[in-house]
C-alpha cells in the first residue's frame, strides 16, 4: 500500500541533446540540491515515496545503457553528486533510481563504490534503490552492491538468479537480507 514516485531527476544538463532534460531540475548543481530538498519533503508528508533518478551521470539518453562514464571525483562530488545528497540528507529521500549508464566501468546498479561506498556508507541513506526497467545488468551483483528492487527488462526474472547464486554460496544470504530489511523500512515504516 505504498505509493512510489519515479522523480524527481536531478542529473545535471551537460547537453542540449539529453532526451530527459525536461524532467531534470537544471544545470547548477547548488541551484538543483535547493530545489529538490522541498520536492521531496513535500510529495513525501503524504505518504507517497520520492524515487530521486537517475543515480548517477545520466547526461545522454542515446546509447545510456552502453556509455562508460569516467568521471574525476572532483567533478563527481562537485557537479554531478550534490543535488542527490542533498536529497538524501536534507530531503529525506526514501528511495533512489539508479541509472542505466556505466561509471568506471561498472553499471551504475550494481556500482558497489556508488550505493555501498557513497550512497549508504558516507550519506547514511536507509532506503532503498530501484533500477530503472532493464537498468540491472546483473541481479545478483545488483543485491552485493546495494541495489534493492530491480523493474526487469523483456522476459527478465531475477527472483530465481539470486535463489541460484544463494545456493551456490555466489552470494551471502544475509546480502539479501540486508536489501529487504531496507525495502521494508519504506514500505512498513
Avoid at 41 to 50: H, T
Avoid at 64 to 88: Q, T
Avoid at 117 to 142: C, Y
Wanted: charged letters at 20%.
Amino acid at each position: 500500500d505504498k505509493d512510489v514516485l519515479l522523480g524527481p531527476g536531478v542529473n545535471i544538463y551537460r547537453t542540449p541533446l539529453n532526451g530527459r532534460n525536461f524532467e531534470y531540475m537544471g544545470e547548477d548543481p547548488f541551484l538543483s540540491s535547493k530545489m529538490v530538498v522541498p520536492y521531496i519533503q513535500e510529495v513525501q508528508k503524504n505518504g507517497v515515496a520520492a524515487s530521486v533518478k537517475h543515480f548517477a551521470l545520466n547526461n545522454q539518453e542515446q546509447w545510456r545503457g552502453n556509455i562508460n562514464v569516467n568521471v574525476s571525483d572532483r567533478a563527481l562530488y562537485e557537479i554531478y553528486l550534490p543535488a542527490f545528497k542533498a536529497a538524501v540528507q536534507d530531503g529525506g529521500a526514501w528511495t533512489i533510481m539508479g541509472a542505466y549508464n556505466k561509471i568506471w566501468n561498472q553499471h551504475c546498479c550494481h556500482n558497489s563504490r556508488l550505493l555501498n561506498d557513497i550512497l549508504r556508507g558516507e550519506w547514511g541513506f536507509g532506503g532503498f534503490v530501484v533500477s530503472d526497467w532493464g537498468g540491472d545488468n546483473d541481479h545478483v551483483e545488483g543485491v552485493r552492491a546495494g541495489s534493492n528492487l530491480v523493474m526487469p527488462g523483456p522476459g527478465e526474472c531475477c527472483a530465481a538468479d539470486l535463489v541460484d547464486a544463494v545456493r551456490r554460496g555466489d552470494l551471502p544470504e544475509e546480502a539479501v537480507d540486508q536489501r529487504v530489511r531496507e525495502l521494508l523500512s519504506v514500505i512498513l515504516p
